[in-house]
């Protein structure tokens, strides 16, 4: 079943509830588990990625039950998330990441002070890659566990473009299930650090606000409905492995690349009316071949994914 999403009339002031009253009505580990082992199944392209991934869940949601324990307050948050939470993500990528990435993190974790790590990433400071896969691999499920009052001491803008409990950047957007007294789904935000969503225009930029729709050009894949009507991907079966396929076969038909021309920043959409068993983090780390579509159009993603992409 797919996790309820908040209604396209969510008022920006309540949004915060989503948390509680509003969460999802699976368990969201359950659901990323099993939309993790689908595409692994479907995109051999991602299965080394998705294999990692589907590792790190287990840290994640062991940390996201032993916070909601603990229940640390927001004060001791950088200090809880470095000493109870990093040390197991860090263990989890020497033994199931990516060669070189195993190599950096287990460097970085010698030299670093953890704590450093994480306040950095909770102060919205710029960090090399590595240093932010590993804070934002480790405070996200706190503060998912936690609530609102521990997003709340993170730094960042509260605005529309940012995320209105923890002022994170957005990760995604996605169009949720249309209701019954509505034709069309609203357009959702996906916060890069908390996961929280919050409400946003369907034909406005993220990254900068841009609204002019001659600005924002929109690429999906060559075979979907969208794609025939914008811009279209195409050479994306080129980049996969066809299994001697000879007809083009859509592989994304619920994403698309939601681009702007004048910020030059991107972002991919999931369209759950598209594929309502999409589980939008989880379908966002699976598209590599159109995030590498989009750098190569000379746009760049408004903030990277946890796997850096």
């Known amino acids: 079943m797919a996790p309820s999403r908040p209604g396209p009339q969510a008022d920006q002031a309540e949004l915060p509830t989503r948390w509680g009253a509003q969460a999802v009505a699976a368990n969201p580990w359950t659901l990323r588990r099993d939309r993790t082992a689908e595409l692994r199944g479907r995109h051999a392209f991602a299965r080394e990625l998705l294999d990692f991934y589907g590792a790190l869940l287990g840290v994640q949601e062991h940390a996201f039950d032993e916070a909601r324990k603990a229940k640390p307050a927001a004060r001791y948050l950088v200090a809880y998330v470095a000493e109870m939470v990093m040390p197991s993500v860090g263990d989890v990528t020497i033994a199931a990441g990516p060669l ?88 959702f935000l996906l916060c890069a650090r908390c996961h929280g969503t919050w409400g946003y225009a369907r034909m406005t930029c993220p990254g900068c606000g841009e609204d002019s729709s001659s600005r924002l050009p929109i690429f999906s894949e060559e075979g979907t409905s969208s794609g025939e009507r914008g811009s279209v991907v195409r050479g994306l079966q080129g980049r996969l492995e066809s299994n001697g396929a000879t007809e083009h076969q859509v592989v994304f038909p619920h994403i698309r690349i939601q681009a702007c021309e004048s910020c030059k920043q991107y972002l991919l959409n999931i369209d759950l009316a598209a594929v309502p068993a999409a589980v939008p983090e989880v379908d966002e780390l699976s598209a590599l071949p159109l995030d590498l579509y989009a750098k190569e159009q000379g746009f760049s993603k408004i903030i990277p994914n946890l796997m850096g992409f």
């Open 100 to 187: 070189k990435l195993r190599d950096v993190v287990a460097r970085r974790l010698e030299a670093t002070d953890a704590r450093e790590l994480v306040a950095a990433w909770i102060g919205g400071e710029e960090q090399s890659m590595v240093d932010r896969y590993l804070a934002r691999a480790s405070l996200t499920p706190v503060l998912e566990a936690l609530r609102p009052e521990a997003a709340g001491s993170c730094v960042g803008v509260r605005d529309k473009r940012h995320c209105p409990a923890c002022g994170g950047p957005p990760q995604l957007s996605y169009f949720a299930i249309a209701t019954e007294d509505l034709a069309a789904g609203g357009r």
